[in-house]
């Protein structure tokens, strides 16, 4: 059975830096793409970034292109999203989310975590 | 970036209702288009992808459909736990985007 599990979430100043992780456990890692997925409160889904089974093509959405980065350790089984320069507008849970198969598109987001708050405030 | 625009973004139904939710891209996306069902506190649901395809597990009352920039959500016959928001989305390109979500109330 697959599971996503998100930690590294909490209360962050604006403009500081946060870390993301996404630890993956039931299916093999490595050979699945990767995304991370925001909601603000009372908002609806966006698409953050995503990640190649490499590491070796990264994808962003606009307004994190040059802040955020995302990155895997295959050997660890885990995803991770490194948050600079943080903004109010950053603030959302974020879950990781995968294709159920290696086959399957890369975007196809079949299994998600359960999700890090993260509060950008002052 | 391709727009996925959803309708309506919420809408009232009664137990036993036939639900039908639109979602329209900006261009053609080649069918590769997913739903999702969100409860309250909860992470998103995969429902179908493919655009008609149905997640394993998923009951047979939800059916998709559509092609080119046109899809359907279809729920035969709602039952009180279908209330809640459902997205779509479109993974034909990055990067990947949502539909803004049709709420599904009493």
């Known amino acids: 059975e697959v599971q996503l599990l998100e930690s590294g979430g909490g209360l962050v100043q604006p403009g500081r830096s946060l870390r993301l992780s996404c630890a993956a456990s039931?299916?093999?890692?490595?050979?699945?793409?990767m995304s991370w997925v925001r909601q603000a409160p009372g908002k609806g889904l966006e698409w953050v970034s995503a990640?190649?089974?490499?590491?070796?093509?990264?994808y962003y959405t606009d307004s994190v292109k040059g802040r955020f980065t995302i990155s895997r350790d295959n050997s660890k089984n885990t995803l991770y999203l490194h948050m600079n320069s943080l903004r109010a507008e950053d603030a959302a849970v974020y879950y990781c989310?995968?294709?159920?198969?290696?086959?399957?598109?890369?975007?196809?987001?079949?299994?998600w975590g359960q999700g890090t708050l993260v509060t950008v405030s002052s | 970036d391709i727009q996925m625009t959803q309708s309506p973004s919420s809408l009232s139904a009664s137990v036993g209702d036939r639900v039908t939710i639109t979602c329209r891209a900006s261009?053609?996306?080649?069918?590769?288009l997913a739903w999702f069902q969100q409860k309250p506190g909860k992470a998103p649901k995969s429902l179908i992808y493919?655009?008609?395809s149905l997640q394993g597990g998923v009951p047979s009352k939800f059916s998709g459909s559509g092609s080119g920039t046109d899809f359907t959500l279809t729920i035969s016959s709602l039952q009180p736990e279908d209330f809640a928001t459902y997205y779509c989305?479109?993974?034909?390109?990055?990067?990947?985007?949502f539909g803004g979500g049709t709420k599904v109330e009493i």
């Open positions: 989310a995968t294709p159920i198969s290696p086959a399957a598109a890369a975007g196809r987001l079949d299994s």
């Open positions: 039931g299916f093999t890692f490595s050979s699945h793409a």
């Open positions: 990640i190649s089974t490499s590491g070796d093509s990264t």
């Open positions: 261009q053609d996306i080649n069918n590769y």
């Open positions: 493919g655009t008609s």
């Open positions: 989305q479109q993974y034909n390109t990055y990067p990947l985007t």
